[in-house]
């Protein structure tokens, strides 16, 4: 039997209660239940230092190593973001700072990354999507085409770990997608 997929889960926003942390563990959930092992990379408890080259030079933060080591054993990483001013939160875009370099060996590198999020907006926090998946691809990792975003989140996400309805089949689309893109890929002999 195969060893179970590893996935990072990394939420975008701090808060405990974020409307995002809700969204992300019902990917955790579904991801689970496909049989992977995940593991929450939580940006609040992880407490990384702003992105200063001088710290980085002087050595690595306890903190950046355990979240590039992190990255480095899963498979996948899934990133559920809010949006901020029309883009994703400092936090993460400052956590992607560290784990991008160096660039050329850095642990996104390759990586598959499914990217959701969700907003109390109309749209779904889908222009910090689309801005965590340009930086994503500027890293080298490989985002994954399927995208979910859940507008006016606090009547879509329930308080007992729901998603409305007309949200679970992109989610397990975007699930899906993911877990499909680590799978090695097979190629047929010539």
Do not use: C
Request: glycine letters at 8%.
């Amino acid at each position: 039997m195969a060893d179970p997929v590893r996935v990072v889960a990394i939420p975008g926003a701090l808060r405990a209660a974020a409307n995002n942390r809700k969204l992300l563990a019902l990917a955790v959930r579904d991801a689970e239940a496909h049989g992977a092992q995940v593991e929450l990379l939580d940006l609040k408890t992880l407490a990384l230092p702003v992105y200063d080259q001088d710290v980085e030079d002087a050595g690595l933060p306890e903190s950046v190593v355990r979240a590039k080591d992190a990255i480095h054993r899963a498979q996948g990483v899934i990133i559920s973001t809010p949006e901020y001013n029309a883009s994703l939160p400092g936090g993460l875009k400052n956590a992607i700072d560290w784990v991008s370099r160096p660039f050329a060996t850095n642990p996104l590198r390759n990586k598959p990354v499914a990217v959701i999020g969700s907003s109390t907006g109309m749209f779904g926090a889908m222009w910090a999507q689309a801005e965590l998946r340009k930086v994503l691809a500027a890293t080298g990792a490989r985002v994954v085409d399927a995208e979910l975003s859940v507008p006016k989140a606090q009547a879509h996400l329930g308080e007992g770990g729901s998603l409305a309805p007309e949200h679970d089949e992109g989610l397990a689309d975007v699930v899906s997608a993911l877990l499909e893109e680590t799978r090695p890929k097979v190629t047929a002999a010539a």
